[in-house]
């Protein structure tokens, strides 16, 4: 070092000067892991928006299935709902159904349709636990 605080390019060195290099790449280093940090986040969230995206068409076309074969069964005004739970890994889907007639079906019948409903929803590709309520 040369005197007067100089080293050999001519940049003083003072404490000063250190302590606004430190805070400068203080300063960067948070700017950069923020900006990682929301690169992540947006990811994920595209993920799980496509992940929605695709559910939703699954459901219309699991539908339009269920609709279909209770149209075949004479039962073609009933009420389909298709809803979805998740419980962290676990996925299940539960149908419900609403028909005038079915109020009329027995046990034995009610457990038939449902397992029938089931089937169907399984059939559409859809490896989820299915649960069917008739009412």
């Known amino acids: 070092m040369k005197k007067g605080g100089k080293n050999m390019r001519g940049i003083k060195l003072g404490k000063g000067n ?29 993920a799980r928006e496509e992940r929605q995206r695709a559910y939703l068409l699954q459901k219309e076309e699991t539908v339009r299935s269920v609709r279909s074969f209770l149209r075949e069964e ?15 890994e676990e996925e299940e889907w539960i149908l419900s159904v ?4 079915m109020d009329r079906l027995g046990e034995a019948e009610r457990e038939e349709l449902a397992g029938a409903l ?18």
């Open 18 to 46: 250190l302590v606004k290099v430190i805070v400068g790449a203080i300063a960067a280093i948070i700017v950069i892991v923020l900006c990682l940090g929301v690169t992540a986040m947006a990811r994920e969230r595209m």
């Open 74 to 88: 004479g039962y073609g005004n009933s009420g389909v709902t298709l809803t979805r739970h998740e419980d962290g």
């Open 118 to 135: 089931s089937a169907v929803v399984k059939g559409n590709g859809n490896d989820v636990t299915v649960r069917v309520r008739i009412k």
């Open 98 to 101: 609403h028909h005038g007639s």
